[in-house]
């Protein structure tokens, strides 16, 4: 068997054996790159790291679109690139600038959106919901109402199961509720749902909220000052708030994924 003969069995060897440790990515590179006369100008360090860096970006990109699938991210249009800077919010750049990078989810700080109606609070939400997935950091978004009734309903009807998703949002990297206290929340159960969460969550989990409340009121949209101060003082403590301000319903007035 000449060299060349020998050349073209060990690839096909050595694809067959990516191809089994489900490296598909990789197989493929490599046939690229030894089909491409440019490859031999490389070292093999070169060689050897672009295959695996083709193969790690592929397998990241799948993890992100699950993660997203996951979040109830996969079909928003919400992108941080897509800010529309021109629009007059009062935006506090470099607020925003050091928040896209996402340290703050690294670091478990939360991150308080607030707004009126129509400001851009959920846009923003979502856009950090997918920047946290690209992060590969696992993610769910819920409307607050929502996600708060229907624990309230699973620690109604079924104990053990109320037990075992209060600990798995406990531990969730990051956890956005929308809409965050738009209703009164005057029930004891549903107060002590929150401060089981919200506690067991501070300083471990990144937890953004968006809301048209001004925090200094949050405390009246509970039964009483004491657990309104302790979930309040759990959220705003520890992480960021970034204040959106506009006259204008922007809702209507921006393309889709942009604002």
């Avoid at 809409?179 to 969550?201: P, T, Y």
Wanted: aromatic share 10%; with cysteine; hydrophobic share 40%.
């Amino acid at each position: 068997m000449n060299s060349r003969d020998n050349h073209h069995t060990m690839k096909i060897r050595l694809q067959g054996m990516l191809l089994e440790l489900n490296l598909h990515v990789m197989a493929q590179v490599l046939d690229d790159q030894l089909s491409d006369p440019l490859f031999q100008e490389l070292s093999k360090l070169e060689f050897v790291y672009r295959l695996v860096e083709e193969e790690y970006v592929a397998r990241n990109n799948t993890r992100a679109s699950q993660l997203l699938k996951r979040a109830g991210l996969w079909k928003t249009q919400a992108d941080l690139s897509k800010i529309d800077y021109a629009v007059n919010r009062n935006l506090n750049r470099d607020l925003l600038s050091q928040l896209v990078t996402c340290d703050f989810i690294l670091d478990k700080k939360n991150l308080c959106i607030l707004g009126a109606a129509g400001s851009g609070k959920s846009f923003f939400a979502k856009a950090f919901g997918v920047e946290a997935c690209h992060n590969l950091h696992r993610t769910k978004y819920f409307n607050a109402n929502k996600f708060l009734n229907e624990l309230y309903d699973v620690n109604t009807n079924d104990q053990k199961r109320y037990k075992r998703k209060l600990r798995y949002f406990q531990r969730l990297p990051v956890l956005i509720l929308d809409d965050w206290l738009m209703f009164d929340i005057h029930d004891q159960v549903k107060e002590s749902i929150l401060l089981d969460l919200i506690d067991a969550r501070y300083g471990e989990a990144t937890t953004i909220v968006c809301s048209q409340v001004d925090p200094d009121d949050w405390c009246e949209k509970f039964s009483g000052y004491t657990i309104g101060n302790a979930i309040t003082s759990r959220l705003i403590s520890n992480g960021f708030s970034l204040v959106i301000q506009s006259d204008e319903d922007l809702r209507h007035t921006k393309y889709p994924g942009e604002l």
